[in-house]
């Protein structure tokens, strides 16, 4: 993507979405798309999903909440409440329990383990850039590491 400033979660929605294909293939083997800005309805309220994948290889669906700030404990929440919901409502019995994925532009690991529990294996955050390091900066990082 371009390097602006700031970005909305539409926009980077949309730039997903223009390029499925590459991102279905960096996300790895088995991924179908299923819809985005998909809607959940209970308690008379509505909810949406940015993206919704299903894996075959998993055989689970896999949700998509973009987060174009840092991630908070309110956007782990929500993702817990969309795991629930497609666990408890949309998944067959012979599929495996869904999976979370929260792509933030920036996150705070202690605020990620607080708010999951110990045992989670359903959700994860993940630090998004919408530019590529250079090459300088790649090497820093694996120097650090």
Do not use: W
């Not at 371009?2 to 979405?17: A, H």
């Not at 666990?87 to 383990?113: A, F, H, P």
């Amino acid at each position: 993507m371009p390097e602006l400033p700031v970005y909305s979660e539409t926009e980077l929605e949309n730039k997903i979405i223009d390029h499925l294909q590459q991102f279905l293939l960096e996300l790895g083997k088995g991924y179908t798309f299923v819809g985005r800005q998909v809607r959940l309805t209970f308690d008379e309220e509505h909810f949406k999903v940015d993206l919704v994948f299903f894996n075959r290889i998993l055989k689970c669906f896999v949700l998509i909440d973009l987060k174009i700030g840092e991630l908070k404990h309110q956007g782990i929440g929500q993702m817990q409440m969309y795991v629930n919901y497609y666990d408890r409502k949309v998944k067959l019995d012979d599929e495996n329990n869904t999976i979370g994925i929260i792509l933030c532009k920036d996150k705070k690991q202690s605020i990620v383990e607080m708010t999951l529990p110990e045992n989670n294996n359903q959700i994860f955050a993940s630090k998004y850039q919408t530019v590529l390091p250079s090459k300088e900066e790649l090497q820093h990082l694996l120097n650090e590491e």
